[in-house]
């Protein structure tokens, strides 16, 4: 028997073209990775690599959930599906981006079930319920809509202030960029290793901004995003390619920022118990409200503090 595809549609008040770029060059802003990702509270993101779509984790651990099989930016993306799985019986997802009057209905078909054999239709009931595709597309509109929002100046107390936040992810890009970096004289980071580090932290605070969406109980621990086998795991999947890093740093910045902005006022005044470590010296050990960890510290110490570590292997 033939199962009928899943259908699932949002409508968002972009053009089509900027909800395709949304859609697929930010996947990790929006998607709820916390309950529909295979690494949880642990990914440091999901993203559109050579043609396929790729979770990883904090620690460097990655997981193929499908390949593109067309890409027409503004108006349809198709892959297969097959998250954690081998490939061998992969379903199909189509992603339409329909023009309307006043924005773009975003479309999701899901089909081929047939290839799961007697696990058809409980592979079908799984993408069909409350919680799938639909709650997905949920939070792709509003990841949207928080931009619309934002770019007409509607901040308010309804969006914090990010600017200091993406000025100084800015700031320490352009350094990166800046490139004519020397090996450290005291056995500390590399050039490659700091970005790293600063592209695994932007994803940790992102997996605790998930959280939080989701109402659910947070902490905030750096051990992951300290530790050098972390850092030389996500170095070397880029076979030290620092141009390569500073843009995974880059997605990573802006993916946070979408989802500090998405986050309610209660929500960033929340206490998160966190545990920071520098340098083998833990700097803090209590909870702090979460809009000043992910955002006035991450803006005015951290960003800074790695600008500089970047200027002085410049001999800066």
């Known amino acids: 028997m033939t199962l009928s ?12 073209q900027d909800c395709f770029d949304l859609f697929t060059t930010r996947v990790g802003a929006w998607w709820p990775l916390g309950t ?6 642990g990914s440091a993101g999901v993203a559109f690599v050579d043609g396929a779509l790729v979770e990883r984790s904090l620690d460097g651990r990655t997981a193929v959930w499908g390949r593109v099989t067309a890409w027409e930016p503004g108006r349809r993306l198709a892959l297969t599906w097959h998250p954690g799985g081998d490939g061998s019986t992969p379903t199909s997802v189509v992603v339409d981006f329909l023009p309307v009057a006043d924005g773009t209905r975003v479309e999701v078909t899901h089909s081929g ?6 696990g058809a239709a409980a592979g079908r009931r799984g993408y ?4 799938a595709w639909g709650w997905v597309l949920e939070h792709f509109a509003d990841t949207a809509e928080r931009r619309v929002d934002a770019a007409a100046g509607l901040t308010g107390s ?4 990010t600017a200091a936040l993406a000025a100084a992810s800015q700031a320490f890009l352009e350094q990166a960029r800046a490139g004519g970096f020397a090996g450290p004289s005291d056995g500390g980071w590399t050039a490659a290793q700091v970005v790293a580090h600063v592209a695994l932290t932007s994803a940790a605070l992102a997996a605790v901004g998930r959280e939080l969406l989701e109402g659910r109980e947070v902490v905030f621990d750096n051990a992951l995003v300290e530790s050098r086998d972390c850092l030389d795991a996500l170095v070397d999947a880029h076979a030290g390619d620092l141009a390569a890093l500073v843009e995974v740093a880059d997605r990573a910045a802006e993916e946070h920022v979408l989802l500090v ?3 309610s006022p209660d929500q960033l005044a929340t206490k ?3 545990k920071v470590v520098d340098g083998g010296r833990v700097v803090l050990d209590e909870p702090v409200p979460w809009g000043v960890l992910a955002v006035t510290v991450q803006a005015g110490r951290h960003l800074p503090a790695h600008t500089a570590q970047l200027r002085a292997l410049q001999g800066g």
Do not use: Q, T, Y
Not at 5 to 16: E, G
Not at 36 to 41: I, K, M, Q, S, W
């Open 272 to 274: 998160v118990p966190a």
């Open 36 to 41: 529909h990702g295979l690494f949880h509270e």
């Open 128 to 131: 069909a319920g409350p919680n």
């Open 5 to 16: 595809p899943v259908l699932r549609a949002v409508h968002v008040r972009r053009s089509p």
């Open 261 to 263: 902005e998405r986050l």
């Open 113 to 118: 079930w047939e290839v799961l054999g007697d």
């Open 158 to 161: 309804d969006l914090p202030d």
